[in-house]
């Protein structure tokens, strides 16, 4: 089945403390990005990749840090999270260049920093 | 910023009527594409709209876009209880590095009542 899956789906931890979300997606696209959702903020881009070893910034990147070494896998890496990073996560990929074509999503993680 | 402005927020209606929802965005756009979201899971694409097409179906749903006032309506026909969800437009927009990354709304908190 063509999916994008995240782990973990929940995740509470403390200020400071390391994390990395994985997400995979094993359609061979090759465009992936990380979005947080906020009540009234909407989705906010974090970061996006159009290729391997390719990464660019989005609208919200402060304090995350993601690699795309393996075209499938997009980590998205929070080195020191502070509880404004409380929020919902959402991996997503598409074929090509992003908006050119439809997005599909993962499942999302539910992330509160403590 | 360049997110897109849904309208309403909320909408509540009956199993049977129709519900509109509308976005406003602010600049050129390559496409724009409407998702939908159950509670706190990830979005699903429902259509895409290019930028020189000015209305497109599929199945239930009709989706307008008018690039000179820069809005796209999604109109759900003979909405069903299953249609409850929030919908979210987002808008396509090309990058200086070739990337067509979406811009997410707030969204439209869409309710029917069986």
């Known amino acids: 089945e063509a999916q994008v899956t995240q782990n973990p789906r929940y995740l509470i931890t403390v200020t400071g403390k390391k994390l990395t979300v994985t997400c995979s997606q094993n359609?061979?696209?090759?465009?992936m990005s990380w979005y947080r959702q906020d009540p009234g903020l909407g989705l906010r881009q974090i970061y996006y990749?159009?290729?391997?070893?390719?990464?660019d910034k989005g609208d919200v990147p402060e304090g995350y840090k993601v690699s795309r070494k393996e075209k499938r896998n997009f980590p998205l890496i929070l080195e020191s999270p502070s509880p404004n990073q409380t929020s919902l996560y959402f991996c997503a990929s598409s074929l090509y260049r992003g908006g050119s074509d439809t997005q599909y999503f993962g499942p999302g993680t539910r992330l509160t920093v403590l | 910023s360049q997110q897109g402005e849904e309208d309403p927020q909320a909408l509540s209606i009956q199993e049977g009527e129709n519900a509109t929802m509308n976005c406003s965005y602010k600049t050129s756009i390559n496409n724009l594409q409407w998702y939908r979201q159950n509670s706190g899971r990830g979005l699903v694409h429902l259509i895409l709209?290019?930028?020189?097409?000015r209305e497109k179906h599929s199945g239930r749903l009709r989706v307008t876009l008018d690039t000179s006032k820069k809005s796209s309506s999604l109109l759900i026909t003979a909405s069903r209880a299953a249609d409850t969800a929030s919908y979210f437009c987002?808008?396509?927009?090309?990058?200086?590095?070739?990337?067509?990354?979406?811009?997410f709304g707030t969204g439209t908190r869409l309710t029917v009542i069986p």
């Open positions: 990749s159009m290729n391997v070893e390719v990464t």
């Open positions: 987002a808008t396509a927009i090309s990058d200086q590095t070739g990337a067509n990354n979406l811009f």
């Open positions: 709209i290019r930028s020189n097409e």
């Open positions: 359609m061979n696209h090759e465009y």
